[in-house]
């Protein structure tokens, strides 16, 4: 049957913004390739936490786990918001399902449309795959302090990276990198000074690519491949890294690319044994939440990487076609939020 039985979490800030946008386009492009569309809201997020204490319960995990996948918007609160601990909401939720639900991939797709946008000069054509590990690294929570608040406070935070979570990564990034043209995976770590880590990732690559003879890597440490993606960053095809690496990538990738507005993301769990979940690259942005000023282009690129991953390829395309038709069009002149999701929705 074609159908998505959908879970939404808008979340905080101007998460709700371009989820609604995103929401829109959706609904518009499966009616008209037949699929039905259920949607179940879940009230998940900083302002939920403030209002009930609740991060996210057990019972509401189980019942995302019988979705079919998870679109969300963004969750955070303000810098200066000092009745909400920094962190409490993005490990106890967000990483929690992306933990929970298995997201091992986090892929991350930087495709500048047309020159507009890019602050660079001379951009070149850049169009590459960031495949972001989802599950472990320094992400994983394994830290402490001792003495704490005291002069001899020790604190640690140790990142994880197991041979199995490294090798189903490492192995999706060159399956993808195998249906592409230019068929090119790049490491990015620091095994230069994380010695175990980056050795482990650095021998997985290496094994991993005898199972793809017509993919080629390399390598660059993570400093290095910093200044590529601002000098050359068009000869990037797919970046493999960790957790963390991955997060602080992405949000330059999109900087060159016309903008934390235009990144989208998919936390996929490869194996389908629980739902994956689609996100815009970027945070609940307080300080335009409220006023339209969100660009929804990124929650929108996430509805289309959701439905591909579903198998509706031909929706999907339907969404990125006109969401390159809209960026290709801008002028530079500040438009609102529901008036991008409106053009978008137009050029479907
Ligand atoms: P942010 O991504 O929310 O904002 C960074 C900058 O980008 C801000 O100036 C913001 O206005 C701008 N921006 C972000 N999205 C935009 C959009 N769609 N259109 C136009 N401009 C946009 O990052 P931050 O300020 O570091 O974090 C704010 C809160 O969000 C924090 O609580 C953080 O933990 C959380 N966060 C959540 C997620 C997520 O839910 N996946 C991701 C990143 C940050
Ligand atoms: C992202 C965000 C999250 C991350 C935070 C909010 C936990 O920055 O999705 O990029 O670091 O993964
Ligand atoms: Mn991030």
Redesign the pocket.
Known sequence: ARSINLAVIP?????PE?IAEAVKVLEKVVASEGITLERTEYKLG?QHWLETGETLPDETLEKLRGHDAIL????????GDTRIP??I??REM?LKLRFSLDHYVNLRPSRLYGTVGSPLANPGNIDFIVVREGTEGPYVGNGGTLRGGTPHEVATEVSLNTAHGVERVVRDAFRRANARPRKHVTLVHKHNVLVYAGHLWKRTVEAVAQEFPEVTHDYLHIDAAMIFLVTDPARFDVIVTDNLFGDIIT?LAAAVTG???LAASGNINMDRTAPSMF??????????AGQQ???????ILSAALLLDHLGYADAARRIEAAVVSDVESRTGEPRGTAAIGDAILAAL
Do not use: C, M, R, Y
Not at 72 to 79: D, I, N, R, T
Not at 293 to 299: E, N, Q, S, V
């Open positions: 979340g905080d800030g101007i998460g371009v900083a969300f918007g963004a969750v955070g609160a303000a810098p920094s962190g909401i993005e967000l949000d903008g934390i507005g996100e815009p690259v970027h945070g609940s942005a307080p300080d335009i000023k969100a660009d929804p282009t990124a929650a």
